[in-house]
């Protein structure tokens, strides 16, 4: 049985840092790509970051580029966990963080990968 588990979200002060992580389980994952999405309650899911499973390619959204970074674990020799660090955080990044996982890159970029986690809250008080 697939699983994807995503962990580290929380509260945490505007201008502060989180680290999420992911880890996908149930088969091989080593040449999945995984990414990172965030929901607002009321509001479309929003893509975040994608990485595909060589490293090689690496897309965040606009909206979090140069503060957020997704990373793969390079001591995993499974490749199956995927972070997503989180800098200079701001209340407008308030959501529930999702990870997802797809053979595919281009279908994490596009929004519609295969696995999907139950999600992490993260709340950015001001």
């Known amino acids: 049985q697939v699983q994807v588990v995503e962990s580290g979200g929380g509260l945490v002060q505007a201008g502060g840092s989180l680290r999420l992580s992911c880890t996908a389980s149930?088969?091989?994952?080593?040449?999945?790509?995984m990414g990172w999405f965030r929901q607002v309650s009321g509001k479309e899911r929003e893509f975040v970051a994608a990485i595909s499973w060589s490293e090689d390619r690496r897309y965040h959204a606009d909206s979090v580029k140069d503060r957020f970074i997704i990373s793969r674990d390079s001591r995993d020799s499974a490749k199956n966990t995927v972070y997503l660090q989180m800098d200079s955080l701001k209340p407008e990044d308030t959501a529930v963080y999702y990870c997802a996982a797809d053979v595919r890159y281009e279908a994490i970029v596009r929004g519609h990968p295969d696995y999907w986690g139950q999600g992490t809250p993260v709340t950015v008080s001001s």
């Open positions: 149930g088969r091989d994952f080593s040449m999945y790509a």
